[in-house]
């Protein structure tokens, strides 16, 4: 496994940094995987995917950023990060021939990855597309206004908005936008399940073929507890592997 440490991947954050693991030949494309954590704590090495080692024995490389979060950062200077992370990682990945990008996340992971899915403009400032990503991974983020956003905002954490620091605000007609896998739990936090319905719903209202949306409703779990389990590892390398 080819593995690269503390990589600076954002020109104006020097100090934001990324680790990379990769097959060392015969990659077929990379996962940038984003930690939870409510934007308020968590690290790059909280990230739980299918092993890396597993990931990469079937040929996906794994990209894990940092990004700023709270209470240092504000919205969306996360959500910057984010897409700096996923375009560091279009610009780099011919090196490890892992060009065929993937992004995802757990929780404000999920929540991140979906903002940079729906509204595009974050990663159009790093020059990279929405087109450009094969996959998407909404590991129970909250495609609402997320909750630490209404603290800031000195909003109760348990208020339902959707406005521009909301995945739901961007979805729109369906458009050719890559495949994604959903998670969300039946014992979940308040309201997470129920959003992510809604976030499902929404898109099959828009005209999202099924096939380009699976929602994987995980019975009996909490919050992100099947993270590191089989059955989650299964899902996302089953995902991966029907993109073609």
């Known amino acids: 496994m080819l593995t690269k440490l503390n990589i600076a991947y954002h020109p104006e954050q020097p100090n934001l940094l990324l680790d990379l693991y990769a097959p060392e030949q015969g990659c077929r494309g990379t996962l940038v995987f984003f ?5 308020e704590s968590g690290s790059r090495s ?9 990931l990469t024995e079937a040929g996906f490389a794994v990209v894990k950023p940092d990004y700023r979060m709270y209470p240092e950062a504000c919205f969306p200077d996360f959500v910057i990060d984010a897409a700096a992370a996923v375009g560091w990682t279009v610009r780099h ?3 490890w021939g892992g060009e065929r990008v993937f992004v995802g996340g757990s929780s404000a992971g999920g ?5 940079l899915c729906f509204d595009e403009t974050y ?6 597309s929405a087109r450009d990503i094969r996959g998407w991974v909404f590991d129970a983020g909250q495609p609402t206004v997320h909750y630490n956003i209404l603290r800031e905002r000195g909003v109760s954490t348990l208020a339902v908005r959707i406005d ?7 979805v729109g007609p369906y458009a050719g936008q890559a495949p994604m896998l959903l998670f969300a739990a039946e014992h979940d936090m308040p309201g997470r399940l129920a959003q992510n319905r809604l976030l499902v719903n929404t898109l099959e209202n828009f005209g999202y073929p099924p096939e380009q949306h699976r929602f994987c409703y995980m019975e009996g779990w909490g919050h992100c507890a099947y993270n590191g389990h089989a059955c989650y590892d299964d899902e996302i ?8």
């Open 35 to 39: 930690h939870g954590g409510g934007l």
């Open 237 to 244: 390398l089953r995902f991966l592997d029907s993109i073609g």
């Open 93 to 95: 990945a011919a090196r």
């Open 164 to 170: 521009e620091a909301a995945p739901l605000y961007f």
């Open 123 to 128: 990663l159009a400032r790093q020059g990279v």
């Open 111 to 115: 929540y991140l990855s979906q903002m």
């Open 46 to 54: 909280d990230v739980i995917v299918p092993d890396v080692a597993r």
